[in-house]
């Protein structure tokens, strides 16, 4: 009960940064499929036309756009941790995101319909959770705040829940 | 109970469920194996296949993929957890990719039982919880035995009474097996008001839209190119058209080539002679009546008969010639009302008027008016508008409202996609007619300024504590108005444009808005104002309770 009462204090807060190396993990496999994947195309294209200069193109064309990715993948998750924040107090939720296109949504907690908390299995091993608020509109109508320590995520997700008498109009 | 609950209170499904889920599977994957085994006809793989490369009885093989199937089968059933919270229903699933999911029982709008001739045999049933908003129940929990679905249905409504909604929660009979097939059971709706509540009261029509209002309504909408555009998709599907365009453009029709003629002199970059002139552009003309005629003959048809009625605390549309649609607006389920009027509307002093309702659970019955947008008056003389507005949202007062113009830094943003847009076009032009393209580049340009300069002029906003409302279009021009309290989120959205300008956009959410309505989306704010409204939006909309 207290750790709820402290976090709805209207003061922004980042989110985990064990998120961080989250996202660099998920992006390490996604660029390895990758990686793979562009490698068997440049072999295959390479044995239906073997040629020296077709070897040296494709490897150094492979080389430099997996590099750039490998960087992008490294690079790219504290600068989007830096640019992500919520924000809670006893009427709202509000949650700021995006780096060139930004965002900042705001969802009243009297229109929270319900929520999910949901762990994959490599948030379960760095203790992080994901928080998804449901409401009844259109656009929005499916909040996700990943990057949670699972026990934020649980203690968010109460906040949102407890109604008090005030709300009822 | 049936069912297990073991010591944290948590309940599992029936285990036949196992088999339910692996059914489903089934029907997806194996449906070729089963016919094979049945009909003992040719597989398609094989020497003798049609596909002779794949393996012999290739269809037999592909039940191995039932294998991972039935484990996930088994593996869903185990992980599926359900516990009654105190005034909250916890569904946990998921065995590799964990979720919780909390449902408060004074947000589920419906709880419906769904039996095919299976689950009867075998006395259970799916159970799906809605909440509203999406379009998929918030839960599908396969399968239940009855008595916990019973069960279920008594704590949830016991809760909801409790926590003090009005209206009595009616406990249907159950099942009505007679309806044969799938029998589906539905609880009331969440707001506790009957649907039939206001039955008994006297109708009042509050608009009528006589032949001459249609065809007028058809003329000024202008459908026609949608209309014919369908049909044409249509009849060249079934191949009507082959001739038609032979027709057009054959060498040997004569009379009929008048279009080729016309592409081969403006092709040539020769002036066309007064002849072709005269029938290009009254071709033109013709084909734009046709355009209007064909508009006029959707709206009769779609519109026959309008009427708009006011029941109690509903309102009521009739009408329709071959489709006949009868919805009922419960007024308190109205979350947008939308103005909206075309160059002819404002010469003739009519608007058009929509609603956009919520569905939520009771109005899935009215089905046209389940969910998504309604007409309200098709047509409506200018003047009569202040008088529906007062019957539907009491609480705006249209001449009242203070419109806040956007910044004077505006056009410059406005302007500039559409700069860019017209200079595209201009360099693309000029690669096919040279020098003829640089009165169209001016005319684009000119148009373009004009464009941006005139939409900013329309665009506006204003507030009050009840309503936001927003404005924006030249020559059709919108006006959308949101009741504070149906507002379901607010966003800012700050595009790089945006921010170079300090400037950002508030989109206001709101239930049973589509893809083509006019939102209430505020462009070219300066940032402070956007964020504080934002803020103040919000606040406003948290200090009301959502009812649908």
């Known amino acids: 009960v207290n750790n709820e009462a402290s976090l709805a204090d209207g003061v922004s807060r980042r989110l985990d940064p064990r998120y961080i190396s989250l996202q660099r993990k998920t992006g390490w496999i996604i660029a390895a499929v990758l990686a793979s994947g562009s490698w068997m195309i440049a072999l295959v294209g390479w044995l239906a036309e073997p040629s020296r200069g077709r070897l040296a193109l494709s490897a150094a064309a492979w080389l430099i756009g997996n590099g750039l990715l490998m960087w992008h993948v490294h690079r790219w998750p504290p600068i989007e941790h830096r640019h992500t924040s919520y924000r809670l107090d006893d009427r709202v939720i509000e949650i700021h995101r995006g780096v060139y296109w930004r965002r900042v949504i705001n969802v009243p907690r009297s229109r929270v319909q319900h929520t999910d908390v949901s762990q994959g299995p490599l948030e379960r091993t760095h203790g992080l959770g994901t928080l998804v608020v449901y409401t009844a509109g259109t656009d929005h109508a499916k909040v996700e705040l990943p990057g949670l320590a699972y026990e934020t995520a649980l203690a968010i997700r109460e906040h949102l829940l407890t109604r008090g008498t005030s709300d009822a109009v | 109970m049936p069912s297990d609950i073991d010591d944290a209170g948590e309940q599992r499904l029936h285990p036949v469920s196992i088999l339910f889920s692996f059914a489903g599977s089934l029907k997806k994957f ?334 899935s019955q009215n089905s046209a008016a389940a969910s998504g947008r309604e007409w309200l008056a098709p047509l409506l003389r200018t003047a009569a508008l202040p008088a529906l507005v007062n019957e539907v949202l009491p609480e705006l007062h249209l001449a009242g409202l203070q419109w806040q113009p956007a910044t004077a830094r505006a056009f410059r943003r406005a302007v500039k996609p559409r700069l860019a847009a017209a200079v595209g076009l201009s360099i693309g032009a000029a690669f096919v007619l040279r020098w003829w393209a640089a009165p169209l580049a001016t005319c684009l340009i000119a148009w373009s300024v004009l464009a941006a300069w005139q939409y900013v002029r329309h665009l506006g906003w204003a507030e009050t504590t009840e309503v936001i409302a927003f404005r924006s279009g030249w020559l059709w021009r919108s006006v959308t108005v949101a009741r504070v309290a149906k507002i379901q989120s607010v966003a800012l959205i700050e595009t790089p444009f945006d921010r170079r300008a300090a400037m950002a956009r508030v989109r206001v959410d709101t239930a049973g808005a589509s893809e083509r309505s006019h939102r209430v989306e505020i462009p070219y704010l300066p940032r402070d104002l956007a964020a504080s409204l934002q803020l103040r939006l919000a606040a406003a909309a948290a200090a009301t309770e959502f009812r649908w």
């Not at chain 2, 035995?145 to 003090?164: K, L, Y």
């Not at chain 2, 309504?217 to 049909?231: M, P, Q, S, T």
């Not at chain 2, 959707?298 to 071959?322: K, P, Q």
């Open chain 2, 30 to 363: 194996a449906l070729p194996g089963l016919l094979l085994l049945i009909t003992g006809g040719g597989s398609m793989g094989g020497p003798d296949g049609r596909f002779g490369r794949l393996p012999p009885n290739i269809e037999l093989w592909l039940m191995v993929l039932l294998i991972p199937a039935a484990l996930i089968a088994v593996f869903q059933y185990l992980a599926f957890r359900l516990r009654y919270a105190g005034d909250e229903l916890v569904i946990r699933s998921g065995f590799i990719f964990r979720n919780v999911r909390h449902v408060p029982y004074t947000r589920i709008q419906n709880l419906d039982a769904v039996q095919n001739i299976f689950h009867r045999l075998l006395g259970v049933t799916d159970v799906r919880v809605e909440t509203g908003g999406g379009k998929e129940p918030e839960a599908t929990i396969s399968v239940l035995p009855m008595a916990a679905f019973h069960e279920m249905r008594r704590r949830v409504f016991e809760r909801r009474v409790s926590a003090g909604l009005e209206g009595a929660v009616r406990l249907e009979p159950p099942f009505d097996f007679a309806q044969g097939g799938v029998g589906v059971s539905r609880t009331p709706d969440a707001t506790g008001v009957a649907p039939n509540a206001t039955a008994g009261a006297p109708a009042r029509t509050l608009l009528h839209l006589d032949l001459r209002d249609l065809l007028l309504f058809g003329f000024l909408e202008n459908r026609g190119l949608v209309v014919i555009g369908a049909v044409y998709g249509v009849l060249w599907e079934i191949g009507f058209l082959d001739g038609f365009w032979g027709g057009l453009f054959d060498e040997e029709s004569y009379g009929r080539g008048i279009v080729r003629d016309v592409l081969t002199t403006l092709g040539n970059r020769r002036l066309l002679s007064l002849a072709q002139a005269g029938v290009l552009v009254s071709g033109v003309i013709g084909l734009l009546l046709f355009v209007r005629a064909v508009s006029m003959g959707w709206a009769v048809v779609r519109l026959f008969g309008f009427r708009l009625l006011r029941i109690g605390e509903d309102l009521r549309t009739d009408y329709g010639l071959l489709t006949k649609v009868s919805a009922t607006i419960p007024l308190r389920r109205i979350q947008t009302i939308t103005i909206r009027e075309g160059p002819l509307f404002r010469l003739l002093k009519r608007v058009s008027v929509r609603v956009e309702t919520a569905g939520g659970g009771g109005a």
